[in-house]
């Protein structure tokens, strides 16, 4: 991915979390049931957007649900079974040694919470991941965020990830 098309990643990413800031998302809360979830966009075009908006430089490389890579790693990456999944995708540092990652997946059986506290774990996971392979990253994961937003379960681990949040919030509403 160019230079170019990294920026307008992260500035695409930028206001997805804008505006799923605005749309009301939030993190698991009572109100999370009464999120439209009739939202038509699938996650490739969610994160698609995203990285068309936002350009960042760190998240570089992209694995989408009907991609071999994400059917093989789904249950490595999140502890559930790809069959337990509607949609999903990752966009991730692909040139390695960053946490950088924004994870978003949808259920099956609709059931956003439990898919919300995989991605809590994952979250575990990752500091315990980076705790003796490059400790200087496990601060950007302390402040990850796991949402729920318009029928998905969303993860956001990067030193940007107010602004990400905000992009994911506006592609979704």
């Known amino acids: 991915m160019s230079l170019k098309k990294t920026r307008g990643f992260f500035?695409?990413?930028?206001?997805l979390i804008y505006a799923v800031f605005l749309a009301g998302c939030n993190?698991?809360?009572?109100?999370?049931?009464?999120?439209?979830e009739t939202n038509t966009?699938?996650?490739?075009?969610?994160?698609?957007?995203?990285?068309?908006?936002?350009?960042?430089?760190?998240?570089?490389?992209?694995?989408?649900?009907?991609?071999?890579?994400?059917?093989?790693?789904?249950?490595?990456?999140?502890?559930?079974?790809?069959?337990?999944?509607n949609d999903g995708g990752i966009v991730f540092a692909g040139s390695g040694g960053?946490?950088?990652?924004?994870?978003?997946?949808?259920?099956?059986?609709?059931?956003?919470?439990?898919?919300?506290?995989?991605?809590?774990?994952?979250i575990e996971r990752r500091i315990g991941d980076f705790t003796g392979y490059k400790p200087t990253e496990i601060s950007k994961i302390e402040k990850a965020d796991a949402f729920e937003c318009g029928g998905f379960a969303i993860l956001?681990?990067?030193?940007?990830g107010e602004a990400l949040k905000h992009q994911i919030k506006a592609i979704i509403s």
């Open 11 to 15: 500035a695409l990413f930028a206001v």
């Open 41 to 85: 966009l699938s996650v490739k075009e969610i994160i698609q957007k995203l990285a068309d908006q936002s350009g960042g430089k760190n998240l570089n490389g992209f694995a989408f649900f009907d991609d071999d890579i994400f059917k093989n790693n789904c249950e490595k990456l999140y502890g559930i079974s790809y069959e337990e999944l």
């Open 98 to 122: 960053l946490a950088d990652e924004v994870t978003i997946l949808k259920s099956k059986d609709g059931n956003i919470k439990k898919l919300t506290s995989i991605l809590e774990s994952r």
């Open 156 to 160: 956001i681990i990067s030193d940007n």
């Open 27 to 36: 993190n698991g809360t009572a109100e999370s049931e009464s999120v439209d």
